[in-house]
């Protein structure tokens, strides 16, 4: 899948630590599974509880998601109206994509900002949560914390590099990288299916449903 | 034009007390505080502000005056929960002596760490205990699910030998239903509006907590204020809060009243519950809970989080309930 | 506090900026921290933070994650691949052919997945490929596709009823089993709307397909199996009360497991796929979530809500009438927007003028989702619908609504047999829960 990010060291790293911490959700979200089956069948069946698995569940998807935003935009997913803008000129859209690059980057590092004050009042309030794990809110919320860290670094990162290809009136290679997904990238990004090149269509790819009515 | 100060108020979801007491209080402000301001009022699940963050919104000034749940705000402060731990006040007549004589502690606690100044403290109510199995006595629920809200609520339930699970309180009655689990607590009053009689047999009136709601003004607004002022705010909220404590026991005497059956019933739905009588040995656990439980788990998190706080429970507390 | 035209100004800047290509995300958050700053300054941008880390703390939204990995692990374990074509034997008879089966194989994913956007994403990764070279109308494929998707949410689980709940404190399992009549009327709708079109223009559905054998097509059913078996441990874990929504989703999560096992695809660079495209599913979502939210919290201290609630309390009609209009203005809306900002950003506005009125709020849970689901397939900002556009890659956009158009029509009918028999949403919460 296509990258907004410039070819660069920094861009390479910044994305392998993304795809690593969503792989690393991902599995927090089975072993989360699994917790939760034991809890529920031992409540049910022998009389005994984990308790606080519903605890740590009720700080996952915020955490998950924050971790996600990252990831999501550097494959572009994050969710945007190309209607009107596709009808634009090269150049309107290349402003214009270059201005929303920058907007949600500005939103990002306030959110960093304004999240980083949550976790330095949790520590100062020394803040715990009423629950029978009693959860100091300050490790949770680093981790939430993390994950906005990340997106924000993300951002600015390419939010510079948009600027950059702006001032340098290099307004194709703006579009190409930082305009909505086009339909197909878009489409391939949730099925795997590349859809104007018919060779992947191959009988290895995913969806080899042509016996459907044989 | 009056002033306005801006309010955020109790969950509309509380019920009763926050529609026929609260909200009318502060909608007729001017008139009720004497003082040429409005209060621009709101509950705070109508506004998406989450009762754990009362305190929060008070010191950075986002509201004037703020209801504070202190069972949910007691993840920033522990302090507060101090005149609510299991097994202390149990019914109106000792939270009323545990309060008064809380109230100077809480006020100079408010005013110091979280920018508020302390208006008055009003309960929901003993919480207490609904279950879909036969129970003559607390020591019944060994073995059963109890579906708890808090940390000292659940080591007490773990002394007795039950299982806790806490589940949120609006998915409880399915809960039970379903036999997710077999016990719950809360008060009589909110169970009977969701529909836990419904679901549940027994009903015993014995109270762990009273769930105090407490009412504090952002520190800066109030020294705006002239002393003629202040005078009038704080004996109209006197006034108001005597009035609430009142009207809280009304109610629960009368939901718990409703939920098994008996008469006079005015305020919610009648139902046929097995009334389970209170006995000295079940009075007896709760109040050794205090000394062995409840108040050894909340006093070390809350030494962690003010080093006096003990001691000065201890000391304003102590002697109401006989404790050193 | 405010006035109508300010709410105006505010709601142009927001589609404004929305139709310049800004991520919706960013603005909502614009036009929230505008109104807050103007209005109450400092404390109230600074109250950004306790929203947005509010926003997730909150267990049952974690049941979002769970049901978007659950349908993505049966989806790259190759369960949905044989789940189509067994459904194909059976269904390819019927005038119309293969169309019925994205309808049927949208209808059974549907009913193990949480997400439409994932429904339509696999749906349409397993059916396309099987109407390469066999002349149907590509309208009808696209827009059965489309159709088939917007049942994603409708039929139990769904990331919108869990939101919904979320919102309004509404009990998610009653919800869940709010939404099973609804869908299966739906679903009945989409298959005759297909069945009248083929006897209406045969030319539609290609040629007939040859008949499998009984015996046959009885032994390829064994892959209906595995979707139901999770359906039937997420429902019943609900409902025999093992577990709560969010714990049947991890225990659906758990089932998946082994069924993609069975079909040999059980792999870590398969769970790794999963991850990646559950993580980006769910952030998508997340983000549009936590902005909107800051946005309601704004709105609800200018007392918008509470003034529009106050205005239609005034004009005094009766819910039937209410529900009309509210359905008209999830038609407009739904031209603009995607199910997400629709479901978030109205609720705070609508629900108390519901709770007004006295209309159930389990009901109206479900007619929510179904206008989201109207939403999804109305032009021009709809996953669905991109999903739709990219295949074609040719032709004017109009071809494709054509292929939508009679869907569509069917969403009405049912939006219609919904507000007037609201008791096909609360019959069996009811039944099985109690009033
Ligand atoms: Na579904
Ligand atoms: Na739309």
Excluded at chain 3, 61 to 81: F, H, K, N, Q
Aim: with cysteine; net charge neutral.
């Amino acid at each position: 899948m296509k990258t907004l990010l410039p070819r660069h060291d920094v861009s390479r790293a910044l994305a392998r630590v993304c795809d690593w911490t969503v792989i690393a959700c991902g599995w927090w979200l089975i072993a989360l599974s699994v917790m939760t089956c034991v809890e529920m069948l031992g409540r049910k069946l022998f009389s005994f509880s984990l308790q606080g698995i519903d605890e740590i569940g009720s700080y996952t998807y915020g955490i998950v998601g924050a971790f996600g935003f990252a990831y999501t935009l550097i494959t572009r997913s994050h969710t945007r109206v190309d209607f009107l803008l596709s009808r634009f000129s090269v150049r309107a859209r290349a402003a214009l994509n270059m201005l929303a690059m920058v907007s949600l980057a500005a939103l990002a590092l306030m959110c960093l900002w304004r999240g980083y004050n949550v976790v330095v009042e949790s520590i100062e309030l020394r803040s715990t949560a009423a629950t029978p794990l009693a959860t100091p809110m300050w490790i949770p919320q680093a981790i939430w914390l993390c994950g906005y860290l990340m997106f924000a670094l993300v951002a600015a990162w390419a939010a510079l590099d948009a600027l950059r290809l702006f001032c340098r009136g290099r307004l194709g290679e703006l579009n190409e990288r930082f305009g909505p997904q086009t339909i197909e990238e878009e489409i391939e990004a949730e099925t795997e299916v590349q859809l104007k090149t018919p060779a992947a269509v191959s009988p290895t790819a995913p969806m080899g449903a042509t016996g459907a009515a044989s | 034009d009056n002033a306005k100060l801006r309010v955020a108020g109790n969950l509309v979801a509380t019920g009763l007390i926050q529609q026929t007491k609260e909200q009318p209080f502060f909608e007729n402000f001017a008139k009720n505080t004497g003082l040429p301001i409005d209060a621009d009022y709101k509950p705070m699940d109508v506004l998406g502000v989450k009762d754990a963050d009362g305190l929060r919104v008070l010191k950075s000034g986002l509201f004037d005056v703020v209801t504070l749940r202190l069972a949910q705000v007691s993840r920033d402060e522990p302090f507060f929960l101090g005149p609510d731990i299991v097994g202390l006040s149990t019914d109106y007549e000792v939270a009323r002596k545990v309060v008064d004589a809380y109230r100077d502690a809480f006020d100079k606690r408010l005013q110091e760490r979280h920018g508020g100044k302390l208006l008055g403290i009003y309960p929901f109510g003993p919480q207490v205990v609904f279950c879909k199995v036969q129970i003559n006595g607390l020591a019944d629920l060994k073995g059963r699910k109890v579906r708890v809200y808090d940390q000292s609520l659940a080591k007490f339930i773990e002394k007795l030998g039950g299982i806790p699970v806490t589940i949120p309180f609006g998915e409880t009655q399915q809960a039970l239903e379903r036999g997710v689990t077999d016990c719950a607590i809360t008060g009589p009053s909110s169970a009977n509006s969701a529909g836990w009689p419904e679901v549940t047999t027994h009903f015993m009136p014995i109270g762990f907590q009273i769930a105090l709601n407490a009412y504090a003004i952002n520190l800066s607004k109030w020294n705006a204020m002239t002393p003629d002022q202040q005078a009038k705010l704080t004996a109209a909220f006197r006034k108001f809060e005597t009035e609430v404590w009142a009207y809280s026991k009304e109610l629960f005497d009368d939901a718990s009243r409703c939920n098994v059956g008996k008469e006079p019933c005015k305020t919610v739905k009648k139902f046929a519950m097995k009334d389970v009588p209170v006995k000295a040995a079940d009075e007896q656990m709760v109040r050794e809970a205090l000394a062995t439980v409840s108040f050894p788990t909340w006093s070390e998190l809350c030494d962690k989080s003010y080093e006096k706080c003990s001691a000065t429970w201890k000391q304003v507390v102590g002697p109401v309930v006989g404790l050193k | 506090m405010i006035g109508p035209f300010e709410i105006l100004v505010g709601l142009a800047i927001m589609l404004g900026l929305m139709f310049l290509g800004f991520h919706v995300a960013t603005t909502m958050l614009v036009v929230g921290l505008l109104g807050a700053l103007m209005h109450f300054g400092m404390p109230a941008i600074n109250a950004v933070g306790e929203q947005l880390w509010a926003a997730g703390e909150d267990y049952l939204l974690l049941s979002i994650p769970l049901y978007i990995l659950l349908g993505e692990i049966l989806m790259r374990g190759g369960a949905t691949d044989k789940m189509y074509q067994s459904l194909g034997q059976w269904l390819n008879r019927m005038p119309g052919g293969l169309l019925h089966t994205n309808i049927g194989a949208s209808a059974l994913f549907s009913a193990v997945s949480g997400s439409s956007v994932a429904t339509a994403a696999t749906i349409s990764t397993v059916a396309l490929p099987a109407f390469k070279n066999r002349k149907y109308d590509q309208r009808m494929v696209l827009g059965t596709i489309a159709a088939g998707a917007s049942l994603g949410n409708l039929i139990p689980p769904g990331v919108a009823f869990i939101i919904y709940g979320s919102m309004t404190n509404t009990s998610a399992a009653r919800l869940y089993m709010a939404g099973i009549l609804p869908g299966a009327i739906m679903t009945v709708l989409f298959l005759l709307t297909i069945l009248a079109i083929c006897v209406w223009r045969p030319a539609v559905a290609g040629a007939r397909e040859g008949s499998t054998a009984l015996g046959e097509k009885l032994r390829h059913s064994v892959h209906l199996l595995g979707p139901l078996a999770v359906f039937a441990v997420v429902m019943g874990g609900i409902y025999t009360g093992w577990a709560t929504v969010t714990e049947s989703a991890a225990l659906g999560v758990i089932v998946c497991l082994p069924i993609a096992a069975a079909y040999g695809k059980l792999n870590i660079a398969m769970l790794h796929e999963c991850f990646r495209s559950t993580m980006r599913l769910t952030a998508m979502t997340a983000l549009i979530l936590v902005a909107a939210l800051y946005l309601n919290f704004v709105l609800s201290m200018l007392g918008v809500p509470q003034a529009l609630a106050s205005l239609i309390k005034s004009a005094d009609v009766s819910p039937v009438m209410l529900l009309w209009m509210l359905a008209v203005l999830y038609l407009v809306l739904g031209i603009a927007l995607e199910t997400m900002p629709m479901l978030v950003g109205t609720l705070p506005v609508v629900f108390p003028i519901i709770q007004a009125a006295g209309i159930d709020p389990v009901f109206f849970g479900v007619f929510m989702v179904l206008m989201c689901e109207i939403s999804l397939i109305s032009p021009p900002i709809g996953m669905t619908l991109y999903v739709i556009q990219g295949v074609r890659a040719e032709g004017s956009i109009n071809d494709v609504f054509q292929g939508t158009l009679p869907f569509f029509a069917a969403m009405i009918v049912m939006t219609a047999i919904l507000i007037h028999n609201p008791s096909i949403a609360t019959y069996l919460p009811n039944l099985m829960f109690g009033k």
